[in-house]
């Protein structure tokens, strides 16, 4: 492999060596994520993993795959590329624990226009720390670079995630009934949803992403890259000593699109806005560009990243795991009888 050059192909925009040195630099990282079940290293046609199902009646494979959006376009201008990993394995593996599964490896696709092996190891970093943070494992991935198709400092950061989830465990709403509770998992900040209205109202082609903003006790640019929190092993934690009958993770479309999906019909949640902790981000954006409350609430997750539902006698033993955990939890609302599925 190391002979392998065409001239041809450089001369159409493509570096072949780049993509060699970028998985020489991208090995250590990938590293530091092994855990027990992975067969293969990097480098290979595919990823290899052999999953410990003891103890499981029937288990169940669960997928999830997401990009980190146009938060990226921040990452560019601000120049830091080690954490928007972190952004892309959290869109994954916080959407496949809202069904009880435990990720167990994720793989990576970075699409740029010109490759630069130093650029793509810190995107690397970011993956591999996100990967560590949820306690899977970076099985494998894709540098594609794409000359003409795309500008050379552009890039675009996608991923995919496996869990795994005994068929009797899977987390659905059937046993969520009237008087359950709503718990709200604090957020980081914004996530990654939502970044083409970020982008528009702070206008940030234009603007100083450097100034700092005293409410945000930093700069606009590094509360707009702050990472996705990744809640997998606190939630694993909760669902190991809680009887939880529905999670939701907060992303794009906000509150009124993300929680009605864990909420059978006949059934509502009744969310009371004067509870949930609102990060000055949120303010910030809001007032910048007078966008109306009902809508910062259909789009972004308000300071709540993820909610679990469970019954309410049950609700001071899930907040004290998942504070315990790492967690700052808190009630939020309630579930009644409606059919609009979600109140605020």
């Not at 970028?22 to 990823?47: A, C, N, P, Q, Y």
């Not at 009237?178 to 939502?194: F, M, T």
Request: aromatic residues 6%.
């Amino acid at each position: 492999m190391s002979k392998s050059h065409s001239e041809s192909y450089a001369a159409a925009g493509v570096n072949i060596e780049a993509g060699y040195e970028g998985v020489k630099l991208m090995k250590k990282h990938v590293e530091r994520t092994f855990i027990d079940g992975v067969v293969s290293d990097i480098g290979g046609f595919g990823g290899l993993f052999m999953p410990d199902i003891s103890g499981m009646e029937q288990p169940v494979l669960v997928s999830g795959t997401d990009g980190v959006g146009t938060k990226q376009r921040i990452a560019q201008l601000m120049d830091k590329h080690d954490t928007i990993g972190i952004d892309c394995v959290a869109m994954c593996v916080n959407d496949v624990i809202c069904c009880g599964a435990k990720p167990l490896f994720f793989l990576d696709y970075i699409a740029i226009g010109k490759n630069d092996p130093k650029k793509v190891e810190k995107l690397v970093v970011g993956v591999a720390e996100g990967c560590v943070q949820t306690g899977c494992a970076l099985i494998g991935g894709e540098t594609a670079e794409h000359p003409g198709v795309m500008p050379a400092d552009d890039y675009d950061l996608a991923g995919f995630t496996v869990g795994i989830v005994d068929k009797k465990k899977i987390i659905d709403n059937k046993r969520m009934k009237k008087g359950d509770v709503v718990i709200a998992l604090k957020s980081s900040g914004i996530h990654s949803n939502g970044y083409s209205l970020v982008r528009k109202v702070f206008d940030i082609e234009h603007t100083d992403l450097g100034k700092h903003y005293d409410e945000l006790g930093m700069s606009l640019g590094e509360a707009l890259l702050v990472p996705t929190k990744i809640y997998v092993k606190s939630v694993l934690k909760a669902i190991e000593g809680c009887d939880i009958h529905g999670i939701s993770h907060i992303t794009g479309g906000g509150f009124y699109e993300n929680i009605p999906r864990a909420i059978p019909d006949g059934l509502c949640a009744n969310i009371d806005k004067s509870k949930i902790e609102i990060p000055a981000i949120f303010s910030l954006l809001q007032k910048t560009g007078n966008v109306p409350e009902r809508d910062m609430f259909n789009t972004y997750n308000m300071g709540v990243g993820m909610s679990v539902i469970v019954e309410a006698s049950d609700a001071d033993k899930c907040i004290e795991i998942l504070n315990n955990a790492g967690e700052k939890a808190y009630v939020i609302g309630e579930i009644e009888e409606g059919d609009d599925k979600i109140k605020i």
